[in-house]
């Protein structure tokens, strides 16, 4: 344990990390994302397919999964768990953290979180926004809603967004799989994972 | 190269339609960057 460093854990520290219903919201959602940034990219990168209809429902979907994920976050769980605080900016400074109190997310992960939560809702706002501009059997479209201008913010602002969540989902998907991780990707597999990824300041 | 792209409404105005498409090398790009320090700093910590 001594040579360990500080993104591992105890083992006297093992809990149920996240529960049964945030782990099938985690991977609903990260299946959802990659639908929808596959259906939007792969046809700009020259694969062709009609690719509308797997965008829009994969869309529709996220946004039922993400309010679903916000209600749960701010009524039934202590979300401060995921708010950065002093000590973060500080740990990702590599500073020595004040608090000796643990915490359930290190910087690197709130920090994620953060960033990926912002792009993720500017995504579903502008693509809520976007879906009154195509006929689907539940609705028929209205693109008279905003003027050319704003649309072209919309479109903007959906896509830069996208681009952000292009880097995130590389990035997530590469500290998941390093082995200093395992831990954290288990526990959201399985009923049992490290409760502080930030440990106690002396242990 | 331009950051968004452009076209034209029905009455040959310039008009706003996203981003340039061609700027989605930039995150990948970026993603990789950041991987390729974190190997390098994961064996420059691993010899320490």
């Given at each position: 344990m001594a040579n360990k460093d500080e993104h591992q854990l105890s083992s006297?520290?093992?809990?149920?990390?996240?529960k049964f219903v945030d782990r099938i919201f985690h991977w609903t959602a990260g299946v959802l994302i990659l639908i929808l940034l596959l259906s939007a990219f792969l046809p700009i990168l020259g694969?062709?397919?009609?690719?509308l209809p797997w965008h829009w429902v994969s869309g529709v979907l996220l946004l039922f999964v993400l309010t679903f994920h916000i209600v749960r976050a701010l009524f039934?769980?202590?979300f401060l768990n995921m708010i950065p605080k002093t000590d973060d900016i500080r740990e990702l400074l590599f500073l020595s953290v004040k608090s000796s109190d643990p915490e359930k997310y290190n910087a690197a992960q709130k920090f994620y979180h953060l960033i990926t939560a912002g792009s993720v809702l500017v995504l579903a706002i502008t693509g809520a926004f976007m879906l009154v501009k195509i006929d689907t059997p539940l609705w028929n479209r209205n693109p008279?809603?905003?003027s050319d201008d704003q649309w072209g913010i919309i479109y903007v602002l959906h896509g830069l967004s996208s681009l952000v969540l292009i880097f995130l989902v590389i990035v997530h998907t590469y500290f998941t799989l390093i082995p200093e991780h395992r831990q954290f990707l288990i526990s959201m597999i399985k009923?049992?994972?490290?409760?502080?990824?930030r440990k106690k300041k002396d242990d | 190269m331009d950051l968004f792209r452009f076209s034209k409404d029905v009455f040959g105005q310039k008009m706003l339609v996203g981003?340039?498409?061609?700027?989605?090398w930039v995150p990948i790009f970026l993603a990789g960057l950041l991987i390729l320090a974190h190997i390098i700093l994961r064996v420059f910590v691993k010899h320490e």
């Open positions: 006297d520290t093992e809990s149920v990390r996240h694969i062709k397919f009609d690719w039934f769980q202590n008279a809603i905003l009923d049992s994972g490290p409760k502080w990824a | 981003v340039n498409w061609d700027f989605i």
